[in-house]
């Protein structure tokens, strides 16, 4: 079983779209993650969230909107894609009671 | 706020030679200190992470890390390297703030491993 699932694992799109990108956790943790990691391998946070709220919001352009229907998932809805969204994103998760996160497997998002 | 510096942007070794990977970081409370893995086209697996307790932590694949307050270095250490620890390796900084915890991440040292 798969602890973090993401979908799509792809994504290739056009300037100015929108897309989502969805996360799926079955490990029970409380807190969820968004990270990007551009093309130099650099990994920042973008949001987190805890029990469906919204704790952490880095700075991200506002095309960005995550959202948690319930604390197994966290989507990632992204608007007006431009050139420089694209990256592999990266969902995580972590429990209170522990330290580190688990990741899942990334989705490549190319903006074309 | 946390940083996390990696020195070495690639390293190359033989196979069954010994490995060590530097990482050094800025936090001004008691950090909470982490290496993961990343194969290509794979997400970040964890090493092993140090919060508290003896120095030296032992984690998977035969990795094994050691904290130094005093240089504020937590470098990642193998005795001897297989060809399939060929990968990008990732040190981070985490608040320990559980619930909420915000990991910063080291931009990488990619390892080669030569025949």
């Known amino acids: 079983d798969t602890a973090v699932s993401q979908t799509p694992k792809y994504l290739v799109t056009q300037m100015g779209n929108d897309k989502s990108i969805k996360c799926e956790q079955n490990l029970g943790h409380d807190t969820m993650y968004w990270y990007k990691q551009d093309s130099k391998k650099f990994l920042k946070i973008m949001f987190s969230?805890?029990?469906?709220?919204?704790?952490i919001n880095e700075t991200v352009p506002n095309r960005f909107s995550p959202k948690s229907p319930d604390k197994a998932h966290l989507n990632l809805h992204i608007n007006s894609l431009e050139l420089g969204d694209s990256a592999v994103y990266f969902c995580?998760?972590?429990?209170?009671?522990?330290?580190?996160?688990?990741f899942g497997s990334g989705t490549r998002l190319t903006v074309v | 706020a946390q940083s996390v510096t990696q020195p070495d942007i690639h390293i190359t070794v033989s196979e069954g030679a010994s490995l060590e990977l530097r990482c050094n970081y800025s936090y001004g409370a008691t950090p909470y200190l982490f290496w993961y893995v990343q194969s290509p086209g794979q997400g970040l697996q964890l090493l092993l992470k140090y919060f508290s307790g003896d120095t030296l932590v032992q984690g998977i694949k035969g990795f094994e890390a050691e904290f130094k307050r005093s240089q504020s270095s937590f470098n990642l250490r193998k005795p001897s390297v297989h060809w399939s620890d060929a990968a990008e390796y990732f040190c981070?900084?985490?608040?320990?703030?559980?619930?909420?915890?915000?990991?910063?991440f080291g931009k990488g040292t990619k390892l080669t491993v030569n025949p």
């Open positions: 995580a998760s972590s429990q209170e009671t522990d330290y580190g996160y688990t």
């Open positions: 969230y805890n029990n469906k709220e919204l704790i």
């Open positions: 981070a900084v985490g608040n320990g703030q559980g619930g909420s915890e915000k990991l910063v």
